[in-house]
């Protein structure tokens, strides 16, 4: 470590991590030892042993979720492995319980093969209420989520895509409401074809986007059931949005797609020219999320756009995954789902919007990272959708 970063704020405030354990129970007398632990631990496990459902009332497991990397596709910073992504994981985890009141336990894996992560994972689940994947790189995190999501009998949520797309649908809901549109009049370009890029288009079209309006551009240009190169087995995915999307076969570039859209949402971190958003249609709404640097720059998306979003705190409107996660956990768990359905998400989605949507401007139809009235809302209507749905335990 260098000399700067010894005075540096940040590293300051992560030396000896972000977290700790700490007990809810006194062990301050021998009667408290022995309740806690021996003799008196072992009647609970006799008790669980018997009829495994307790262990949700009797340990941290129904209160407690995994936060899972292989550090492949940490931030904007890419594999840098598993170690370097901790720091990560602990924000992540402290980011659970300050906003939803939900433990979390960062688990960096020092493998990124698909199997082991699979195997390690569901044999670490036991301890669990619910598993939060991040920063797995795409497009094995797909095959990861729908495998652990098949084998494990609790919620399997990778962040990356879907806290984001919930978050989108939110935030669209929202600003077409401002400008007095319907979602299923909008014509929407999602730069990016990855794990959020393909989450936020698939989000889009469950919360009432038509799919047959919708473009979904990667680095190669916008996907077509007659690219070539979709065939491939690692674009199978990609293949699948192809399929679903774009039925005209419309080609080209981001220029191209662009051309006459009433949305674009950049998940990309390319850099899109302010030429091509000068095309899009009048009252235009412009979502460029990457981080730290936008698609697009909001300044200059606001001389062709309506409305703005990104996914920075120091601009108005930022889509934070922060809005998603911790409600989302936290209504799973208090309704023990066994999984995450796509109502659950619509549902928080609709919940994020609910908070501002009787008080809606151009600079406020997203609701801050820091309002506390958003999780609550979020559990309440995810913890709902669940028993509508089918899914929950409780």
């Known amino acids: 470590m260098s000399a700067e970063s010894t005075d540096d704020p940040v590293f300051q405030l992560h ?29 609970v496990c006799e008790a669980i042993a018997a009829d495994p459902a307790l262990v949700d009332d009797y340990t941290w497991v129904s209160h407690t979720v995994a936060v899972v990397t292989d550090g492949s596709a940490v931030l904007g910073l890419g594999n840098i492995g598993p170690r ?50 991040e920063d797995i790189s795409a497009p094995r995190c797909f095959e990861i989520e729908r495998r652990l999501d098949e084998a494990l009998p609790i919620p399997v949520f990778h962040d990356d895509q879907h806290g984001t797309a919930i978050v989108v649908l939110a935030a669209l809901r929202n600003a077409a409401s401002l400008l007095e549109r319907k979602l299923t009049d ?25 799919p047959a309006e919708v473009l979904l551009v990667d680095s190669r240009g916008i996907l077509h059931s007659d690219r070539p190169d979709l065939s491939a087995p690692a674009a199978v995915v990609k293949a699948e949005m192809a399929a679903l999307t774009n039925p005209h076969r419309r080609a080209g570039g981001i220029a191209e797609a662009l051309s006459g859209a009433d949305v674009l949402i950049g998940v990309s971190g390319g850099e899109i020219p302010e030429s091509a958003v000068a095309t899009m249609a009048s009252g235009a709404i412009v979502f460029a999320l990457a981080n730290p640097t936008p698609e697009v720059h909001p300044e200059v ?28 956990f936290r209504g799973a768990l208090e309704a023990r789902a066994t999984r995450i359905t796509e109502g659950m998400k619509v549902a928080a989605a609709d919940a994020i919007a609910g908070v501002v949507a009787d008080n809606l401007h151009p600079d406020a139809f997203v609701p801050s990272p820091l309002d506390p009235r958003v999780a609550p809302a979020v559990a309440t209507a995810v913890a709902e959708a669940a028993h509508r749905d089918g899914v929950a335990r409780a």
């Open 84 to 133: 370097a992504a901790m720091p990560v994981m602990e924000g992540k985890a402290v980011l659970f319980k300050q906003f939803g009141g939900v433990d979390a336990v960062p688990i960096c894996l020092d493998t990124q093969d698909i199997d082991g992560i699979i195997d390690t994972v569901t044999a670490l689940a036991p301890s669990f209420g619910g598993i939060n994947l």
């Open 301 to 328: 998306a606001s001389r062709h756009a309506a409305l703005v979003a990104t996914g920075r705190s120091d601009f108005p409107n930022q889509i934070n995954n922060v809005l998603a996660f911790p409600g989302v």
């Open 15 to 43: 030396r000896g991590g972000k977290m700790a354990v700490t007990s809810t129970v006194p062990l301050t007398s021998r009667e408290d030892l022995s309740l806690a632990y021996t003799p008196g631990v072992a009647r």
């Open 186 to 210: 909008l014509r929407v370009v999602v730069s990016g074809a990855g794990a959020a890029g393909i989450a936020v288009t698939k989000m889009l079209v469950a919360g009432g986007v038509n």
